[in-house]
């Protein structure tokens, strides 16, 4: 991207491109693990009916602390998770990125560090850059496991104010459990912030996006949050619950954090469509969640069938993911050249994660078979030009 030498934009940003996938109009679209399948009938009716009743009071501002939203989203998770959870628990945005910038916003800042694991969401450091905070990062073990030892060692040594971790990852499907979880809030209650009040210790959060996808019997973090006030849950409406286009992200946290996430927001940040269609969505949530057992063994039925493929006489490398998407390759040398092969046969992946390993997000049967019909042809057109 040029940026006109006119322009006074900050000079660390002066070589930053703008985050984003591809949006290409092609066959299958399996590259930012949206759930494929459309809005039910009946429930996109229910949205439009709502949207049409509150239309008439659209010149009025929303309700900015979206009480009514943080009820029922309380509710879902009670219901999904067996915590119980209350209104004051709960915040919500435009998507779980704006929770997350609100998030470093409010707990970051000049003289503050975010700790994580790498490889992790390439957004998180673009939320630090942008609320200047420093961005630290422990490597995880060859499996994307995390080191527990290592990572509580690092936060004793950094003092971070914010400790970020992803589960399931992205973008290699990794679990964290939460035994591992807990470990590290322990391990917090001895650890000063730097650059923060002497009483205060890290805020760990556990950006559980693609959390409706893990196996039915894992626990999700908010377990946790009864016993640890310094722990924060990120969850989405985007990915399994078929909402990516409405934008609502939402956090489960002690209300001392949702207090503090009140101080940074916009004013009236969540509009009244946004909110109207969200809690309709709530309403809805069996109609909503009706794919997501379905993507759950295509992505185990996809992890077996990549197991068994060969590139250059070795067979792929699978990340286990308890997510939506699978990371495969490991030895891909050219994946830029795969990836422009498939998406030259109607098939969008990513290209993302550490060199050589590509990602695929779960589509519609259909998409998918055409990914693995591509998926063979490219491998072998680039073997043999070799």
């Known amino acids: 991207m040029s940026i006109s030498q006119f322009l006074p934009l900050r000079n660390d940003l002066l070589h930053e491109e703008p985050y984003g996938a591809p949006q290409l109009d092609v066959t299958a679209c399996l590259n930012v693990n949206e759930n494929p399948y459309s ?6 009716k229910d949205i439009a009916q709502e949207i049409l009743a509150i239309a008439p009071t659209l010149n009025r501002y929303p309700d900015r602390d979206h009480t009514a939203l943080r009820e029922d989203l ?13 209104y004051e628990n709960v915040w919500a945005a435009n998507g779980s990125n704006e929770i997350m910038l609100q998030l470093f916003q409010a707990f970051g800042g000049p003289g503050r560090i975010a700790l994580s694991a790498d490889p992790t969401y390439s957004m998180y450091p673009e939320y630090a ?11 995880r073990n060859s499996d994307f496991s995390i080191n527990i030892e290592k990572f509580i060692a690092a936060v ?30 322990q391990a917090t209650q001895n650890v000063e912030v730097a650059g923060s009040i002497q ?17 039915p019997q894992v626990p999700s973090a908010l377990e946790l949050l009864e016993h640890y006030p310094n722990i924060a849950i990120s969850r ?37 469509l946004t909110q109207a269609a969200a809690r309709v969505a709530l309403r809805h949530t069996k109609e909503q969640l009706a794919q997501v057992a379905h993507l759950r063994q295509l992505r185990e039925d996809t992890q077996e069938w990549l197991s068994q493929q060969t590139y250059k006489g070795h067979t792929l490398h699978v990340a286990p993911s308890q997510s939506n998407f699978v990371l495969f390759g490991g030895d891909f040398d050219n994946r830029d050249r795969i990836f422009s ?11 993302v994660g550490p060199q050589g390993w590509l ?17 063979l042809e490219v491998l072998r057109i680039v073997e043999n030009e070799n």
């Open 236 to 272: 989405t409406m985007s990915k399994a619950f078929a909402f990516a286009g409405v934008r609502l992200g939402y956090l489960a946290a002690h209300p001392d954090v949702i207090q503090c996430m009140q101080i940074v927001r916009l004013p009236y940040h969540l509009s009244a």
């Open 74 to 86: 309380a509710k879902y998770l009670r219901e999904e998770s067996g915590v119980e959870v209350e």
């Open 199 to 215: 009483s205060a210790h890290p805020l760990v959060v556990i950006d559980e996006a693609y959390a409706e996808f893990r196996d």
């Open 129 to 139: 850059r942008d609320t200047f905070t420093q961005w630290k990062t422990v490597e």
């Open 341 to 351: 092969l498939l998406v030259e046969r109607g098939v969008l992946i990513r290209v």
């Open 156 to 185: 004793e040594e950094e003092k971070p104010s914010l400790i970020v971790l992803t589960s399931p990852n992205n973008p290699t499907g990794t679990l964290l459990d939460n035994a591992d979880i807990a470990r590290i809030l």
């Open 39 to 44: 809005l039910d009938e009946d429930v996109a």
């Open 359 to 375: 990602r695929v997000c779960m589509g519609t049967d259909e998409e998918m078979a055409l990914f693995r019909k591509s998926l």
